[in-house]
């Protein structure tokens, strides 16, 4: 996430009219050895996103007396989709719904979004920066949701998994899944502050979550510059055991050098979402960041990943000078190159990844949203993207 301001999660409702079966995704496997400066960039993808539509939520919309802002992931289930908040000052999320109108894919127009009512997510609010909220989930047959927080390395707040009641009965016990040694706050190992938890996604087999790191871990290497990228580790974690099982390698591509950036101005870049389409398949999503950019300066990649004969680094205590073999890339969008079908003109600080229902022609739509930041760092949207997923 480009800052941190309070956590919050919305739900959303999408209704499509003759929507007909989804058609299967089918994707190739792939494979690459990797060291920490091996770029894996690889071609073009097997799938394509086409865009359709924009909807900029308003800024100044609430519901239940809590400001909708800080959209940081979206996941679509039963019908609904949950959308965190990152606010940290009063962790929660919101139920929403999304009217997608149209009988053919190029009249397709996000026609409304109604947030319903706001529920909470626990967390202890009484230090400073204890949650930050980054990615939801629904756990299957348990009535629960998981999520992560990024937490506050700054403030030596560590980061967390939690699982608690989908309703967000602040009264149920709320579980928190053990995290190996590798991701305790430490002066030369462990995360980087703001860098941490932020994406989630639920395996294949619903047994399961992946949890993706947004940067390095101090004992992995340097963080990504304009010359070279950086590794991060995407771990999975059971629901029966709660404890991580597994985990690869993935590279982030380096800091976008931007036209028009001043030689000083503020970069960031890193892994902000991922969402599993098969046994090996992930898309991911990347985000960079350049200050001081008219069109808010955000740069954002989605990439088809496969993990078929990546190392499982969960034995890894450092990835610095050692041999093993990272998800391979493969680039599906550029989102530069949709700019100028945007109302908006611009790219915002989007964060949040989810497959959706089924268009009219068969094909399933994949929306994507925005974190506004609540605008504490100057204007930004609460930007809502729709695209076909085609093959």
Do not use: C
């Not at 927080?149 to 009264?171: C, H, R, T, W």
């Not at 993706?212 to 055991?241: C, N, P, W, Y």
């Not at 931007?258 to 999503?285: C, P």
């Amino acid at each position: 996430m480009q800052s941190k301001l309070q956590p919050r999660i919305f739900v959303v409702q999408i209704f499509i009219r003759h929507s007909k079966t989804m058609r299967n995704l089918i994707f190739s496997a792939f494979a690459l050895s990797a060291s920490l400066s091996t770029n894996v960039f690889a071609h073009t993808a097997p799938i394509k996103l086409n865009f359709l539509d924009e909807y900029i939520i308003p800024a100044e919309l609430s519901v239940d007396g809590d400001k909708v802002g800080g959209l940081s992931s979206i996941e679509f289930v039963n019908g609904k989709y949950l959308m965190i908040a990152d606010d940290y000052k009063k962790p929660r999320y919101f139920q929403a719904r999304i009217s997608i109108d149209g009988t053919e894919i190029k009249n397709t127009k996000i026609s409304n979004i109604t947030f319903e009512k706001s529920l909470p997510l626990m967390g202890n609010k009484s230090s400073k920066r204890v949650v930050d909220p980054e990615s939801l989930i629904p756990a299957p047959k348990q009535n629960s949701i998981v999520w992560t927080s990024e937490g506050s390395v700054k403030y030596n707040k560590p980061p967390a998994i939690f699982m608690q009641s989908l309703a967000g009965d602040i009264n149920q016990t709320q579980t928190t899944f053990t995290l190996p040694s590798m991701f305790n706050i430490g002066k030369n190992t462990g995360p980087r502050h703001n860098a941490v938890f932020e994406g989630v996604t639920l395996d294949m087999s619903g047994k399961g979550i992946w949890v993706s790191m947004e940067g390095a871990l101090k004992q992995d290497g340097e963080e990504a510059t304009l010359k070279h990228g950086s590794m991060v580790r995407i771990s999975h974690f059971d629901f029966a055991s709660k404890q991580m099982q597994e985990q690869f390698a993935y590279y982030v591509e380096p800091l976008v050098n931007r036209k028009g950036a001043k030689s000083d101005a503020f970069r960031t870049t890193g892994l902000v979402e991922l969402l599993q389409i098969s046994e090996y398949q992930f898309l991911t999503m990347e985000r960079a960041y350049t200050s001081g950019l008219k069109d808010g300066g955000n740069n954002v990649s989605i990439y088809l990943i496969d993990t078929q004969d990546a190392t499982n680094t969960s034995n890894l205590a450092s990835l610095k000078n050692q041999s093993f073999k990272a998800a391979k890339k493969t680039l599906v969008l550029d989102l530069a190159t949709i700019t100028d079908k945007l109302g908006s003109k611009q790219i915002d600080n989007l964060e949040g990844l989810t497959f959706g229902p089924t268009l009219a022609n068969g094909n399933r739509s994949l929306l994507m949203v925005a974190d506004n930041n609540f605008n504490v760092h100057g204007p930004q949207l609460n930007q809502v993207l729709l695209f076909e997923v085609t093959d």
